[in-house]
């Protein structure tokens, strides 16, 4: 049996139908990015700290992976938000890292709400980071001392008030030039202690002054 070949486009097309030579041609112009789904990705958001001192600086760092290996690596940028605000626009590294550093979250008050958002790319769908409670310690009390009180043993003791569970350093003149340190003692849950200078019987005279111990 002889099987010729016929152009279909030589015969009228009934409504709703369409020449198989023309949808051929329309497959073939599609881009890539309609023939093939985007790859999913993880984004992953960490601190350099957590929590942090007042005014600390932290580097905020966003990791975007995949599974799909054989895309290679994502690239595009990722946007750090806190709430609605966008504080920072950072590019994908060769590694797929992203990072930023700022002070402007170490302040005292509520937690802060960081989340890293990855815009994705012509191979890399987009995705979000889990929200990172970025914590800050409250600020160190300057501390403040008591009138100093002598003892029956001639010994002085020395009261502190300051933050709670805090160390603090006893320091020791004679002339408010020269300081010695005396002890090192740390506040109770109500921010309280008391110093006790067992060497001031040796002295004439004796200024007290307290740092905190870092």
Known sequence: MNVKSI???SFPLCA??????????????APASAKEKLA?????LTASANPVACGQTVTYTATVTSANIARGVPTGKVRFKHGKYVFATVSLNASGHASFSTDRFSTAGFP????????GDADFKGSLSSVLIQKVNPPIQKASMS??????????????????????VLQAS?????????????TDATGLLSFLDSDAKNYPARFYRSIVQQ
Do not use: C, E, F
């Open 7 to 9: 152009r279909l486009s």
């Open 16 to 29: 709703g139908v369409i020449s198989l030579s023309l949808l051929l041609n329309m497959l073939s112009a």
């Open 40 to 44: 999913k990705t993880t984004t992953d």
């Open 112 to 119: 802060r709400k960081i989340l890293a958002v990855y815009d």
């Open 147 to 168: 009138r100093p009180q002598v003892q029956a043993d001639k010994s002085v003791k020395v009261p502190l008030s300051g933050s709670p569970d805090q160390s603090y």
């Open 174 to 186: 004679t002339d408010m030039i020269h300081w010695t340190a005396v002890s090192t003692n740390t």
